[in-house]
């Protein structure tokens, strides 16, 4: 099942490129696959899987140039990897973890010069952030 959701997802793209959300998901479904018949345990099958899932993550940058210039991997990927931490944290603890706040002593933030983007992205996406935290200047 895991490995037709993630052709799935691949045949939902018109355009699908390895190094992102899909190459995760399909390195994690085939884990799945070839260790579900010498792993009889579900959840330390399930677990093992994360690892290979975070694996695949780590590597996203070295498929996609784009992603190594920036110093990142795929967020597509990031967040798919964020679910399966998350069902993980249930399966053990019968509730999903509390997310780490990232907290920063930096007084001001150097400005971001966006007038020219060196990439070939061909879409927009829409970027969210919050920040939250004690005097804080509009």
Known sequence: AAVKAAEQARN?????????IITVMK???????EHA??????VELFKKSLSKAKDSLAKTPDKL????????VDA???????????IVNFIEYGKIKSLKVITSTT???SSINLEKVDSEINFQF????LLEGNDLDP
Do not use: R, Y
């Not at 390195?27 to 696959?33: F, G, I, S, V």
């Not at 990927?77 to 679910?83: D, K, L, S």
């Not at 829409?126 to 952030?129: A, K, M, P, S, Y």
């Open 65 to 72: 140039l784009i992603l190594k210039k920036a110093g990142v």
């Open 37 to 42: 018949p010498h792993t009889p345990d579900f």
């Open 12 to 20: 939902a793209i018109s355009h699908p490129q390895e190094g992102t």
């Open 107 to 109: 007084k001001k933030m």
């Open 126 to 129: 829409c970027t969210e952030c």
């Open 76 to 86: 597509g990927a990031q967040g798919f990897v964020n679910i399966l931490e998350g």
């Open 27 to 33: 390195d994690w479904a085939n884990h799945l696959t």
